[in-house]
């Protein structure tokens, strides 16, 4: 999976002294004007607070630090950072993030509405609410919150019999209906035992739905269940606060909206803020747009008991709340490319940093990791550049836990992929280096210093459009199968797949997958040498049944495609064999990528291949291009007697 993220220079303006310390700016003053930043929360706007809890933490520490260095001996209580704060700083370290400077406190104005009304009205006067990313308009208010359940058995709000209260006595209590004295226990309990039924309760069904839970709710962690979306809740609300600061006198409203808006001089039923636009910040009631209350004034008409108050509130945007673009913008020197993307196997992020972000590879991978967790644990990037034929490269882990050993899900199926055995650093081809993050990773560790295994994430849609034209009457053979993403998918597919690839921990890799997908009766596995694996095929009885083959190694798939010379060459002509349909990937760089694609295939072949239908993957680079070419081979080239320069030239080293 790729994550994009923005591509644009730092725009947020650090002195050059500052860059990476942008944690130890001022925490009192904004980092810039207010008026030169654009609409919306931004870290430059707002105002940093002392009061949030972090802060307070941050500030006795300091306290006991300087208690420590005042009073000689150690406080009895030391905690673990503090015992971590008396190492030396390293530019390096990835504590160097204090999440409290990212911590902004946004002066905001809010409705105090009634909390069943919240919804309608927020809907009508959405163009003057605070929208911004990921904040709800619709915010609660600590403190005035009550049970529906308890609502109704007190009855409407403003009633003033005693009639509810003494419903509410009776629930509780087990009194009588109509005299209000307390039932004998016989009677109660046959009062009791009329208010349920074989399953459960009769007149309090969310109580029977509570006594009998759902088994597959009770999912805990990130579940679906109740549990689940309650946690899920809790999550998104951490990274704000919304605080009221200051309750607006009534007068104003009374005087708008009616005798009805006074202060809140008892608790007026639930009730919720709507956040307004951030221009009303400062303005009072009778500046407030006329569409406001108009709509106040309406739901006044229709409810006369509905309230309105307008109210100061503080909301506080916590080092959760900005994504990660905007907090290494604020982190890494001015003018610097903000890493823009990264590649994702599993639950480990691969970024390709630039040498300009080497010095800060750490405090952007820690950010990368904080702002993609739960399912980013490991953070690596390349650590040196693509040297041998197999164009390795070794990659360095940056932040997160050190397990490199994942499992991709692709298409339903469960893929091992074994990114490197103990090291720290491991070594990892890729088909191509380009400018543009990391394709294909053939990750093998430096201490064997061979592959393990490979997978590309971004080609599962191609996979996925590869497999669409798989029937069960098919027979695949993939020649470059890695871990097997097309093989095994296919299994599930066709009639039966034959797979190979050249590097042994791939196969083993294949081999595993095919057993955890249950899949190992539809494929058999090869590890040889692709055009070894193309001969020994079509030499077979297995020839006369394959029709469809795969060839997925872009670099280089097009040369072996001289392998199907002659392959029914001393089979009887005058039976019919069906010629398979051969997809071929390859890159092209050329002006015409088609064109080119196709005159190497000619080449390969000796011979024009007919009806190719071809098409562009992906840009892989500016200006080149992945291909897949997909075409029935040509009769005259499977029953061909001469063999291709290639062919000829492999026999004569041999
Ligand atoms: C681009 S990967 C394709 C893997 C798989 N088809 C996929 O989509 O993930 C190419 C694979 O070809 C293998 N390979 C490289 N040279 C080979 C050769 N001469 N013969 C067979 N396999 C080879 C590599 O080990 C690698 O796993």
Not at 277 to 306: C, F, H
Not at 393 to 404: K, W
Not at 583 to 601: C, L, N, Q, T
């Amino acid at each position: 999976m790729l994550t994009r993220l923005f591509l644009r220079p730092n725009s947020v303006i650090l002195s050059p002294t500052h860059f990476f310390l942008f944690p130890k700016l001022s925490l009192t003053k904004p980092t810039i004007a207010s008026n030169a930043i654009p609409y919306g929360p931004s870290l430059r706007k707002g105002k940093t607070s002392l009061h949030c809890p972090q802060q307070k933490q941050r500030r006795w520490r300091q306290q006991q630090q300087e208690y420590q260095s005042l009073s000689g001996p150690k406080p009895l209580y030391q905690c673990k950072e503090d015992q971590e704060g008396e190492k030396e700083e390293d530019p390096d370290d990835v504590n160097m993030i204090n999440e409290d400077d990212f911590t902004r406190v946004f002066d905001i104005a809010a409705l105090r509405v009634p909390a069943k009304d919240c919804f309608s009205l927020e809907s009508r006067i959405r163009g003057h609410l605070l929208n911004w990313p990921r904040i709800r308009n619709i915010a609660r208010v600590p403190g005035d919150e009550m049970e529906e359940s308890m609502v109704s058995l007190l009855g409407e709000k403003g009633s003033e019999d005693e009639e509810n209260f003494d419903a509410f006595n009776r629930r509780i209590y087990g009194k009588a209906e109509g005299d209000g004295e307390e039932l004998s226990p016989v009677l109660y309990r046959e009062k009791l035992a009329n208010e349920f039924n074989s399953r459960g309760f009769i007149k309090f069904r969310n109580l029977a739905k509570i006594s009998r839970p759902k088994r597959k709710k009770k999912k805990k962690m990130g579940g679906k269940g109740v549990e689940g979306e309650e946690n899920e809740r809790e999550r998104r609300d951490e990274f704000s606060v919304v605080e009221v600061v200051e309750e607006k006198e009534g007068g104003d409203w009374r005087g708008l909206l009616g005798d009805e808006f006074k202060g809140r001089g008892k608790w007026m039923g639930s009730t919720r803020l709507l956040l307004l636009d951030e221009r009303y910040a400062e303005k009072g009631v009778d500046e407030l747009p006329q569409a406001i209350k108009a709509v106040a004034q309406e739901a006044m008409r229709e409810n006369s008991t509905t309230t309105f108050n307008l109210v100061r509130c503080k909301l506080t945007l916590f080092y959760d709340y900005w994504q990660m673009n905007e907090i290494l913008e604020a982190l890494l020197p001015r003018d610097m490319i903000i890493p823009s993307a990264f590649e994702t196997v599993g639950h480990i992020a691969h970024l390709n940093l630039r040498d300009e972000h080497l010095p800060y590879k750490k405090l952007i991978a820690k950010v990368v990791l904080d702002k993609n967790k739960p399912k980013i644990q490991t953070v690596v990037n390349k650590i040196d550049a693509i040297h041998n034929d197999y164009r390795t490269m070794q990659l360095e882990v940056l932040a997160g836990n050190h397990s490199l050993v994942t499992m991709v899900v692709e298409n339903g199926l469960r893929f091992h992929v074994d990114l490197a055995a103990v090291c720290v650093h491991f070594t990892c081809n890729i088909i191509e280096h380009s400018t543009e993050i990391f394709r294909c990773l053939f990750f093998s560790s430096l201490a064997e210093n061979q592959l393990k295994s490979y997978w590309n994430s971004r080609l599962a849609s191609e996979r996925q459009r590869l497999l669409n034209g798989f029937t069960h009457n098919d027979v695949l053979c993939d020649v470059f199968a890695g871990v097997g993403p097309i093989a095994l998918s296919a299994a599930k597919i066709v009639k039966h797949v034959y797979a190979n690839d050249l590097n042994p921990c791939a196969v083993q890799y294949m081999e595993k997958n095919s057993v955890l997908n249950k899949l190992e009766r539809h494929i058999e596995i090869f590890n040889m040498d692709g055009r070894r694996f193309i001969d020994a095929m079509y030499a077979s009885q297995k020839a006369q049944s394959i029709t469809q083959v795969v060839m997925n190694l872009p670099n280089d798939a097009v040369e072996y495609l001289d392998a199907f010379r002659g392959i029914f060459k001393y089979k009887p002509k005058d039976k019919a064999y069906a010629m398979p349909l051969i997809h071929v990937y390859g890159f092209s760089k050329a002006r015409d990528p088609e064109f080119d694609f196709h005159e190497r295939i000619r080449i390969a072949l000796q011979e024009v291949a007919v009806n190719v239908e071809m098409r562009r993957v992906r840009q892989v680079a500016p200006g080149k291009w992945m291909l897949c070419a997909s075409f029935r081979l040509p009769t005259s080239v499977a029953y061909a007697h001469t063999m291709s320069r290639m062919q000829a030239h492999q026999v004569k080293s041999f």
